[in-house]
């Protein structure tokens, strides 16, 4: 048997979301489960609808989610080139080569003649296909003009790896341009020469090209090319479940998400388990897991939902199980202007209280800027809070007081405040609820925090006090 290649060929139209990168990934599991090839091919023949700097970004992406590839447009690879735009003389050639058998000929028609055949067949409540329009006599190629391809229509069975047994009819079959006038390629005819002479063995695309298939068939036959093994994909719906998430419908950019601390191993895993699983009740996969147990055939035939909230669960997984150096080097970008002046045992302490909390790493700034700086008071965390609201000025510098008292015998380790802290609870009669949340908000101006010992052991004994004091001083 072959070696296993598979390849991932995007149109350089823009970045690439999540829904676009899980194509690419199953294709590279693949691959990589079987020892095979990963190619990237940049299908670039589109040239109204590129964008700049977009073949750039394709290779950061798949780069940076670990998705590295053995042969592509930055890289030597014996079937290159690997854009389409440098390999238009391939096309021609293999388009002539249709012309000489009489399966392809010049199109003779305008678009107002195309258009007009158009409203005859709707008037006649019959679905358009060119090939009843087809000229009597066909002309072969002809400069400056669009080449067709000559369909002959036919029924098709064939096995999709995870649609299973699938047919189709005649009536699915037309014509169709298979050069443009400029003498770029379209899809529908480029792809079949690259992956051909590419030696691609196994096709992993989106359901959208699902109706395109009995069209694909009759040109592998005219060319007499045995074709792939198909795998077609459903869709990744938006988070309404409605329609197909796209960047029309404003998909993030799978870069954005990198940048906002997202870990390349939650984005792959997530990626991975839209509309795939193991069998099992595992949720949550490295990347080597991924290549031992990742299967094709598991995909499932329904679309998958884009769950923002999973990927969220998923990030702060992988999160809370890196080494905190590893955590601390991931986390070098996301740190508060204020803690560069901070040494880096001090940040790798802040970092340890605040992981397991971290959802994502451009949740870090906010998180632990109270323990670089002190925040202005903010009323409304005692206004806002159904328990301490209904306390009076008096009571809350009362318990306030006491708990600096307390605090100022403290050595201030973590043990010793808990201690110290918790019997004031007895001496006091009260809750922590309503003791430790009036220290918290007192300590770090903010609703919630890391443990509370353990952030004040971390502030110190003398800001600890200072903030305790500013705190009463606004009563």
Do not use: C
């Not at 009759?218 to 869709?235: C, G, M, R, S, W």
């Amino acid at each position: 048997m072959n070696k296993i290649r598979t390849r991932f060929a995007p149109s350089p139209t823009g970045y690439l979301h999540v829904g676009s990168l899980r194509t690419a990934l199953f294709a590279w599991l693949l691959a990589r489960q079987n020892k095979g090839q990963f190619i990237l091919r940049i299908e670039d023949t589109d040239k109204n609808r590129e964008v700049e700097g977009s073949i750039e970004h394709i290779i950061k992406s798949l780069k940076s989610l670990g998705l590295n590839y053995d042969e592509g447009p930055d890289i030597n690879g014996p079937y290159g080139p690997y854009r389409q735009s440098d390999r238009l003389d391939i096309y021609k050639e293999w388009a002539l080569k249709l012309v000489q058998k009489g399966r392809a000929y010049a199109e003779e028609y305008s678009e107002e003649e195309i258009e007009n055949f158009r409203i005859e067949a709707k008037k006649s409540k019959e679905p358009f296909l060119y090939r009843n329009y087809r000229p009597k006599e066909l002309k072969g190629y002809t400069k400056g003009k669009a080449l067709r391809f000559k369909s002959d229509p036919k029924d098709y069975s064939y096995n999709d790896l995870i649609y299973g047994d699938l047919k189709t009819s005649k009536e699915a079959i037309d014509d169709f341009i298979i050069l443009k006038s400029d003498g770029y390629p379209t899809y529908n005819f480029a792809h079949i020469i690259d992956d051909y002479l590419m030696q691609i063995t196994h096709i992993i695309r989106s359901s959208e090209f699902l109706a395109s298939v009995p069209k694909f068939l009759n040109l592998y036959e005219a060319l007499d090319i045995k074709a792939p093994q198909f795998a077609t994909v459903p869709a990744v719906l938006g988070p309404d479940g409605k329609k197909k998430l796209s960047k029309r419908d404003n998909a993030k950019d799978a870069l954005d998400y990198l940048k906002e601390g997202y870990l390349k191993e939650a984005l792959t895993s997530f990626m991975a388990t839209l509309g795939w699983n193991d069998g099992t009740e595992q949720e949550i996969f490295s990347l080597n897991e991924l290549i031992e147990k990742f299967s094709i055939e598991k995909v499932q035939r329904s679309p998958a939902n884009f769950d923002e909230k999973r990927l969220i669960y998923i990030n702060g997984y992988f999160i809370r199980n890196l080494d905190l150096d590893k955590l601390y080097d991931l986390s070098k970008e996301f740190w508060p202007k204020e803690a560069s002046g901070y040494d880096d045992l001090y940040k790798k302490k802040v970092l340890g209280l605040l992981k397991e909390r971290l959802k994502y790493l451009s949740e870090l700034k906010d998180l632990s800027i109270f323990f670089f700086r002190e925040l202005e008071i903010n009323e409304s965390l005692i206004k806002d809070n159904s328990k301490l609201s209904v306390l009076t000025n008096k009571k809350i510098i009362e318990l306030l007081s006491a708990s600096k008292e307390t605090l100022s015998k403290s050595n201030f380790e973590v043990e010793d405040i808990k201690n110290r802290l918790n019997d004031l609870l007895i001496k006091l009669d009260q809750k922590p609820a309503i003791l430790f949340s009036l220290i918290r908000i007192a300590t770090t101006q903010s609703p919630s925090s890391p443990g509370l010992f353990e952030t004040l052991n971390l502030l110190g004994k003398k800001e600890t006090l200072k903030r305790i004091d500013r705190q009463i001083a606004a009563f």
